[in-house]
């Protein structure tokens, strides 16, 4: 068997949804499967997704359902153990990928058997460029420019902006140190000699550390400019106290278990990180929630969608703009280019820009996204017809 995909799945149903059906166009002609691994979530992901996929529809797909959350790391370690593929795709449940970029990945991974894992480029919900696509090794200096925000001072500085190789171009195959969880392409064999994820993480790190005993072990890592999308922490909200904390309580292991010389310091400037930045993200979305209530309360503002859509679909958008009460503008010409795009916008002003997933492929999705010019990073909304829904990084119309 040439690949195995394991997402793991927490409370993003919808999402997971979409990841397998984008790597479901994209694993045509491979000899392949794809675990979902469910930590115990309570928005009835299990059941969804036999829904979805009745049985025999989707043979490629096995469901481990577990009764309790017991981390990232361990969930993917339990699908591995049964994973058949040479390959193994460790993927986020809130990403999509294109019709390529599986078939890119592993012709890539077959010519350098140099390496140990792959990472591709990642797009934002808006489609800029996410800089956490490749990362150098967080090093107590790199962690110290990316906590003090020097690295946003110095963006191009290979000294202050190492964290995420912030100057190396982003359209060209790169060797890097550190590669992303969020889409993650393996050799089994590799992981089987340097080990799986360890548990001692129970989120964040656990890709770090995996890359970073690649590079001990002799291999190299790559960066390939291949385009995926990732909602990023559609799951874990970003903002959140308990981001904060687990994510520079995450570092800290990695710095204890790799950088133990330094670890007095490092406890001081780790602890003050989470303290300091928790506060900030605090403050910072109790501002924008006050905000957004004093707006709404002036002008209450409903979504506004630009819906690029098939003839016979819609009728669709029509009746999720009744049932959900947002503004529509439809376009059901195909547009070929960026510019199509924004000429057919006009006066409206979309707060997304919505594909049919029917009409347009993933990859044209991607690339008319990341194409658009500055100050037309509209976020990408997809429209699932089957399901009746359309899909945001914030919204979910169903």
Known sequence: ????????????????????????????????????????????????????????????????????????GKANNQAFLQAKGDYVLYINPDTFVGEDTLHQCLTFMEKHPDA?????????????????????????????????????????????????????????????????????????????????FDEDYFMYCEDTDLSYRMLKAGMHNYYLPTQILHYKGESTRQNTYSYVNNFYKAIFIFFKKHFNSHIFLLRILIYAAVYVLAAFSFLKRKYRQLAYKIRSSISPHKPRLLCLVSQENAEIISQLAATHDFHTSLCTQPMHSAQQIIDSIGDFAPDYIVYDTTLYSYADILNLSHTMPRGHNYPIGTLYPEQRMILTNLYIFK
């Not at 995909?5 to 491979?30: D, E, F, M, T, W």
């Not at 096995?62 to 959350?69: L, T, V, W």
């Not at 003090?148 to 001072?153: N, W, Y």
């Open 1 to 72: 068997m040439q690949l195995t995909a394991i997402i793991v799945n927490y409370n993003v149903k919808h999402y997971v949804l979409q990841c397998l059906l984008s790597l479901r166009r994209a694993a045509k002609g491979l000899d392949w499967e794809v675990f979902v691994v469910d930590n115990n979530s309570s928005d009835g992901s299990v059941e969804y997704l036999k829904e979805n996929f009745s049985e025999g529809s989707f043979p490629q797909l096995h469901i481990i359902a577990n009764a309790d959350n017991p981390g990232f």
């Open 116 to 196: 140990g894992c792959l990472g591709v480029k990642m797009l934002n919900a808006n489609g800029t460029f996410a800089p956490e696509s490749r990362r150098g090794v967080p090093t107590p200096w790199a962690s110290f420019c990316k906590i003090t925000r020097l690295s946003k001072l110095f963006p191009r500085s290979k000294t202050f902006g190492y964290y995420y190789l912030q100057h190396l171009p982003i359209n060209e195959p790169a060797q890097v140190e550190i590669v992303s969880g969020a889409f993650m392409m393996v050799k089994r064999e590799v992981v089987s000699r340097v080990g799986v």
